[in-house]
């Protein structure tokens, strides 16, 4: 008996703790799994709103470089076409400093030296002008019979400048003194000039030729940012059917989960009935006979057989059947 009542409370307080547990665990496993439910849809939401975002800022740098592109490849024409101009502009500047060092002061010195002739002559002429514009008549001839003719007679010339001809040439003959000097001291000035555009020109195509490098890796990155594109499109499209059937699936995942914890609580019931009956002692299987409604075998007939002399015979016993307690222990 005291064995019966151990198994009994054995029985009955694992069946409880399972019942419990059990019962515990749908309680937990749907509110786990409702809050799963509602973080992994918040995640989701906020997976596709960074996705949203990133595609956004995608598509601005795909126009940013797009720009970029267009802009570095009118920057290569630009300074390819500059270093082209101003390797074209350098004989052009090599002529232009033996005229203006070499030719021009050559001319101003020649005139320089004819000046003074020039000067005497402009005087002579500047007197006769100025004579020849005083010849003329200008008077009245009287008549014998009263009256008069006015007689006017010129030249025609009008010559009275404020500044003579000959002062004219020499303020010119001043304003040309020190200029061929200056003029000859422009060609180390040109020549630095020259060589400076010589450098320019060939900075300006190493400046083309790396600007066309950029713009060819920034033409291949195009192509990828079109992939990125395409491929934030398909994940965002992955994360939208993910929305629309994660709730469903978790939901029936929380009902399953519930009905069989709920099933395995309620499985205990039998084993909490059995170990109660063990423990309070009413499973008594000795007073309820296990074959009271079968009736005993009848007898069977003693045959007396001979025996060998000095020999006794020993009925066997009555076969009686199992009793209950035995056939509950089997």
Do not use: C
């Not at 940013?64 to 004989?91: C, F, H, K, Q």
């Not at 061929?180 to 040109?190: C, I």
């Not at 320019?200 to 600007?211: F, K, M, R, V, Y």
């Not at 007396?304 to 009686?320: I, N």
């Amino acid at each position: 008996m005291v064995i019966r009542r151990i198994l009994g409370f054995i029985m009955l307080l694992t069946g409880l703790m399972l019942l419990a547990l059990s019962f515990a665990g749908a309680y937990f496993a749907g509110s786990v799994i409702g809050e799963l439910n509602e973080s992994l849809t918040n995640a989701l939401s906020l997976a596709s709103q960074g996705l949203d975002s990133a595609r956004s800022t995608l598509n601005l740098a795909h126009d940013t470089i797009n720009d970029v592109y267009g802009g570095l490849d009118t920057a290569v024409g630009a300074t390819a076409n500059a270093s082209r101009t101003i390797a074209e502009t350098r004989p052009l500047l090599d002529n232009t400093t033996v005229v203006i060092t070499q030719e021009v002061p050559e001319a101003v010195e020649g005139i320089q030296a004819a000046l003074p002739n020039m000067i005497q002559v402009a005087g002579v002429i500047d007197d006769t002008l100025t004579t020849l514009s005083s010849v003329g008549i200008d008077r009245d001839i009287p008549l014998p019979f009263g009256g008069s003719i006015p007689l006017s007679f010129d030249l025609g010339i009008d010559y009275d400048p404020e500044t003579s001809f000959d002062d004219s040439l020499r303020g010119f003959e001043g304003s040309l003194t020190g200029l061929p000097e200056s003029l000859r001291g422009l060609e180390s000035d040109l020549r630095a000039t020259n060589d400076n555009l010589a450098l320019l020109s060939t900075d300006l195509q190493a400046t083309s030729d790396n600007l066309t490098t950029i713009n060819t890796r920034i033409s291949e990155i195009l192509p990828l940012l079109d992939q990125y594109g395409v491929l934030l499109n398909d994940l965002g499209a992955t994360i939208t059917q993910a929305q629309l059937g994660l709730g469903d699936r978790l939901e029936v995942v929380r009902i399953a989960a519930i009905a069989l914890l709920v099933a395995v609580g309620l499985s205990q019931l039998a084993p909490i009935y059995l170990g109660w009956e063990l423990l309070t002692g009413r499973r008594n299987t000795t007073n309820q006979p296990l074959y009271s409604t079968i009736s005993q075998p009848a007898e069977a007939p003693v045959v007396q057989m001979p025996l060998p002399e000095q020999a006794e015979y020993k009925p066997q016993p009555e076969q009686q059947p199992p009793d209950r307690e035995h056939n509950a222990q089997t």
